[in-house]
């Protein structure tokens, strides 16, 4: 199945375990041994598998030990500066996201909105 948008927590959830199941299975490790080298309970395992939901650090351990950590990388790519960005900061890189109260208008020019304005 293809993860989506439109696809719930649980659906998801569910995938994945799917697919580290399939994983292991493919380097041919049982669960206990995945667990072992991952340095989480088999239980812990089994509940990836199933769909339940584990901690992160717990999820980062198990990709490890089933050689998918370097995957992380293409799922959340290391952010850049978009072009039309450096053009407008000047080369620097933005600290802060923008405050709701703080718009630029059309002209470039910063207009500023009190609460009760808006």
Known sequence: MKITYQLGEGG?????GKRLA?????LELTQ???AEQAGVSKRTVERMEA???VQLSSFIRILRALDLLAQLD??????GPRPLDLLKLKGKIRQRAPSPDH???KNGETEW???EDA
Request: charged share 30%.
């Open 12 to 16: 998801v959830l569910e995938e994945l």
């Open 22 to 26: 399939r994983r292991r299975l493919d």
């Open 32 to 34: 206990a041994a995945a």
């Open 51 to 53: 769909g339940s939901t």
């Open 74 to 79: 293409t799922l959340l790519p290391e952010p």
């Open 103 to 105: 718009v630029v208008d």
């Open 113 to 115: 909105h009190w609460g």
